[in-house]
Antibody, heavy 121, light 107 residues
């Protein structure tokens, strides 16, 4: 069974940092590209980052809203995806989902349950 | 960036109704279009990729069509479990972008 479990969410002050983790199981993590998608309270979905697999040399893509502040990374030996979030702003408050791309440039097929990040003083 | 516009933003329908949601792209995306269903407090669920290919396990009452800039998601006979918010997403180019969502409510 494919499972993705996010952790690391919480309350942080503006300008602060937080690192989200996504532990996966049930599939060969190293074969897949992985994304982070977020959803602000009461709002729609926003794609924010992709980590490509080893075959694609772990290259990354970012949305403009987070580029330069957030870093997506992965550890294939630990079956884990990460999102390092720096210089957080109040508008980064959201539920953050990690999700799996089945192949190539495909969109996500399996999603985690989400981790809530609140940026507030 | 490619902008995705969904319409309507919300709709009220009855059990058994046929429902159609439209998604328009600001430029051509071929068939690089996915549809997701999201229920309150839950993660999105993938319904359709490549504009019209149903994901494994998704019932055939859901169908997708379109290519280029205009796409539709149709639910042939709405059931209680289908009341949710539906999102389209383009994956033709980065950044991948979602439509604003369509909330399907009970009439």
């Amino acid at each position: 069974e494919v499972q993705l479990v996010e952790s690391g969410g919480g309350l942080v002050q503006p300008g602060g940092s937080l690192r989200l983790s996504c532990a996966v199981s049930g599939f060969t993590f190293s074969d897949h590209h992985m994304d982070w998608v977020r959803q602000a309270p009461g709002k729609g979905l926003e794609w924010i980052a992709r980590s490509r697999n080893k075959t694609k040399t772990y290259t990354t893509e970012y949305a403009a809203s987070v580029k330069g502040r957030f870093t997506i990374s992965r550890d294939d030996s630990k079956n884990s995806l990460y999102l390092q979030m720096n210089n957080l702003k109040t508008e980064d408050t959201a539920v953050y989902y990690c999700c799996r791309s089945p192949a190539g440039t495909s969109p996500c097929d399996y999603w985690g349950q989400g981790a809530l990040v609140i940026v507030s003083s | 960036d490619i902008q995705m516009t969904q319409s309507p933003s919300s709709l009220s329908a009855s059990v058994g109704d046929r429902v159609t949601i439209t998604c328009r792209a600001s430029q051509g995306i071929s068939n690089s279009l996915a549809w997701f269903q999201q229920k309150p407090g839950k993660a999105p669920k993938s319904l359709i990729t490549a504009a019209s290919s149903l994901q494994t396990g998704v019932p055939s009452k859901f169908s997708g069509s379109g290519s280029g800039t205009e796409f539709t998601l149709t639910i042939s006979s709405l059931q209680p479990e289908d009341f949710a918010t539906y999102y389209c997403q383009q994956y033709k180019s980065y950044p991948f972008t979602f439509g604003g969502g369509t909330k399907v409510e009970i009439k």
